[in-house]
């Protein structure tokens, strides 16, 4: 019998595989959506395949298009991938994604978008995929607010980009959905990979607080390991179920970055649970 590792490899060797050239297609929808301040920008990669109305889309906040892009490509998804970007500080993906029922609007808004270019994406099928790297969690959490949003969500993936306010009360309110969410990842429901560093912005909860926060709320334990990996080295770990939450050494700023610079294993390791649990 082939082991579980085996099974594993394979399937990683399949997802690695390099994709053929002119294979997808790039648009910027910035001015359509909205996004025309400083520091904002809606990029949308497109496979050469996709389905009229396909079924599931990749949305990043934060974060290079180009990086996320190329991981897109490598991991040969069929999923439409879009990266947003809305300045650099937590309040302006708050502003926007959390008021009111604007992570619909964004979703419908993106639909007509897209629409214009032919490219069709049904609202009320398509399941979607959230990753955020540093402020760009605070547009996840208002995805994640929403009931019918929340139900579409199939995997949520956070590069050391967690945070909450330090003051309990708001910690635990703030936390909320993250932590609902990790409890289905545990049950199996749906997919999460967290990944944090040693990195403290002192003003607010680190990344290493809030994953202690989702650990303990959930009453599961972490094993340390010494591994060094895409991102650096890897000190603890948790597995439970289709959750991951991966802990890293260094508090440097570079460290924070390299979470990013390695969202490919992240959204690797997140591919795996789902499609071998």
């Not at 934060?62 to 879009?82: K, Y």
């Amino acid at each position: 019998m082939i082991s579980n590792l085996v099974k594993r490899l394979l399937l990683l060797s399949c997802l690695l595989a390099p994709l053929l050239a002119a294979d997808s297609l790039r648009f910027d929808i910035s001015r359509e959506m909205g996004f025309t301040g400083r520091g904002e920008s809606v990029q949308v990669f497109v496979p050469a395949d996709w389905p009229s109305g396909g079924p599931e889309v990749w949305i990043h906040f934060h974060g290079s298009a180009d990086t996320v892009g190329q991981v897109w490509r490598e991991l040969r998804q069929p999923r439409l991938l879009v990266v947003v970007q809305r300045g650099s500080y937590t309040s302006s993906y708050s502003r926007y994604f959390e008021a009111g029922n604007t992570a619909q609007t964004f979703l419908e808004d993106l639909a007509d978008a897209m629409a214009k270019k032919g490219i069709a994406i049904d609202t009320r099928i398509t399941r979607y995929w959230l990753s955020s790297f540093e402020v760009g969690y605070t547009a996840i959490r208002g995805f994640l607010r929403s009931p019918a949003i929340y139900a579409r969500t199939a995997m949520v993936v956070l590069a050391d980009g967690l945070h909450a306010n330090s003051r309990p009360v708001l910690l635990q309110e703030q936390m909320s959905s993250f932590v609902r969410y990790a409890r289905d990842a545990k049950d199996r429901q749906k997919t999460m990979v967290i990944s944090y560093s040693e990195f403290d912005p002192q003003i607010y909860a680190s990344t290493t607080k809030t994953a202690n926060h989702i650990i303990n709320e959930l009453q599961i334990s972490r094993r340390a390991v010494d591994k060094t990996d895409s991102i650096g080295h890897r000190t603890t770990e948790v597995i439970e179920g289709q959750l991951t939450i991966l802990g890293y050494a260094g508090a440097e700023h570079e460290d924070h970055l390299k979470h990013f610079e390695g969202i490919r294993l992240l959204m690797l390791t997140g591919l795996t649970i789902s499609l071998n649990p």
